[in-house]
């Protein structure tokens, strides 16, 4: 096992202050592609960035700081196109090795080059993107050990650290009743020994923050389930992840990953609210937070701005997932963001919250099924880089030189002096409310101008 002494000795979170190194493996997987740069708004080469310019100071912090971009394993390095009407429709480089190491290793190299050419400083991923599970408990241990082991060589040389790390939960059979609310005893036990592991290797490579997102911890029936002892179970579950995390030396912040349903046709962590619910009736708000993912919350019938401020609100806005949805279908289509309108309006909620730290902003984005070039997965990340940039630009210049601020604040100017103040201060009664609606009488209608608020921020883009 990885030993929390190994781990103080590479010292990771020396965060490298120059531009990450690229770091190809014995042969690059992307030689037509150098070292994507900033070329500016008039640039029309497509592996450039028009408005991403990580040195560029925004309000005191670099767009690099503000913005923590992190590439996700899972759909950049594994997607292979499949979908439930068809196999595969790309077959990358990397992944032809039948040793499941080798194609770890392979993997890996494609990833780090990726990651480094892009210029992106984070990444994530879950216990079996970075390798195959094997048939046992040790064996899978072995393997992933066997990973990071390479990994921590690759951040080494390339600077690029590792923004969190999860255990997936959710594809093998043995989940398909959940995971930590499984049913069944032996389930849950493999599940902690997986998010065992994938703890260490998280701690082992210094990763700032370790998610869960609970794909099959819900329901498909009420009919067979027992809703109440489940949750209890996910309680004391995560209560024990995060005390081996925290005796083993983590020191990041834990997420939960809210999602209303699909897989499950009902998941226990549906939406910021029910999870903030949740984890202050489990006592975990002190060591965990939210990452809180675009196509999730309009899945749950939300905006994501909405989820991005009820997470804020409760001082528990640390990280996102970056995608957005199909606005003609419900599904969980983790398309690449590209809007900015909806992005300056998110960043406008993540700015007045602070910024994202120990978070970032991590591409839970595929590309479609029918872009199938090397080059369609720059493309993907140099956009989704260049929309945030626009949107932090637009939103830092709307907090600090248009009335935005002074308007939402004139808004509740009545509860800033007077019975209004003393209302908010507990120093009313609902008798005295009486008293001085009879003597105030009719209130003079205000208009909520939300059209004008809609005016400015696109003056802003
Ligand atoms: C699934 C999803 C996951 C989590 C990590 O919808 O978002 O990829 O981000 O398990
Ligand atoms: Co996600």
């Not at 879950?126 to 064996?139: C, I, R, W």
Request: aromatic share 12%; charged share 25%; with cysteine.
């Amino acid at each position: 096992m990885i030993s929390a002494t190994l781990e103080k000795k590479v010292d990771f979170n020396q965060v490298k202050k120059e531009r990450v190194a690229i770091v190809t493996g014995p042969k690059a997987f992307f030689p037509a592609v150098e070292r994507i740069v900033f070329e500016g708004p008039a640039s029309d080469n497509p592996l450039s960035f028009c408005y991403y310019d990580e040195n560029k100071i925004v309000n005191g912090k670099t767009m690099k700081e503000h913005l923590r971009f992190a590439v996700a394993y899972w759909h950049t390095l594994c997607g292979d196109g499949v979908d439930m009407f068809g196999g595969p429709t790309r077959q990358w480089p990397w992944l032809s090795a039948s040793d499941p190491l080798q194609a770890g290793r392979d993997k890996m190299d494609a990833a780090f080059e990726f990651i480094t050419k892009l210029g992106a400083p984070f990444y994530c991923f879950h216990d079996t993107d970075l390798v195959d599970q094997a048939a046992t408990v040790k064996e899978s241990e072995k393997r992933l050990q066997a990973m990071v082991d390479y990994a921590k060589e690759k951040q080494k040389a390339s600077g690029v650290q590792l923004l969190w790390g999860t255990a997936n939960l959710f594809s093998h059979a043995r989940y398909m009743n959940g995971a930590a609310t499984n049913p069944e005893f032996s389930v849950l036990a493999q599940a902690g020994a997986q998010v065992k592991s994938a703890l260490d290797a998280t701690i082992a490579l210094g990763g700032k923050g370790y998610v869960f997102w609970g794909g099959r911890e819900g329901y498909m029936s009420l009919l067979n389930t027992n809703m109440k002892r489940e949750v209890e179970h996910l309680g004391r579950f995560l209560a024990l992840a995060r005390d081996y995390a925290r005796k083993n030396g983590f020191t990041g912040t834990f997420y939960i990953e809210p999602k209303p349903m699909e897989p499950t046709k009902h998941q226990y962590d549906f939406d910021a609210a029910a999870v903030l619910n949740f984890l202050r009736h489990y006592d975990l708000l002190g060591d965990f937070k939210l990452n809180i993912e675009v196509n999730h919350a309009t899945l749950a019938g939300h905006t994501f701005q909405h989820e991005l401020q009820a997470a804020a609100d409760a001082g528990a806005l640390a990280s996102i997932d970056a995608n957005r949805g199909d606005y003609q279908n419900g599904w969980d289509t983790d398309e690449f963001p590209m809007d900015i309108f909806e992005l300056t309006q998110a960043m406008l909620v993540i700015l007045e919250a602070g910024g994202l730290k120990p978070g970032g902003i991590n591409f839970d984005a595929k590309l479609r099924r029918n872009s199938i070039d090397l080059t369609d997965l720059f493309a993907a990340h140099i956009n989704g880089m260049d929309t945030f940039a626009r949107s932090l630009l637009a939103a830092d210049k709307l907090l600090q030189n248009s009335p935005y601020r002074a308007w939402r604040k004139e808004r509740y100017a009545s509860f800033d002096s007077g019975d209004g103040a003393r209302f908010e201060a507990g120093g009313m009664t609902l008798e005295s409310l009486r008293d001085f609606a009879v003597q105030n009488g009719e209130p003079v209608p205000k208009s909520g101008k939300q059209e004008l608020y809609e005016m400015l921020i696109n003056k802003y883009l």
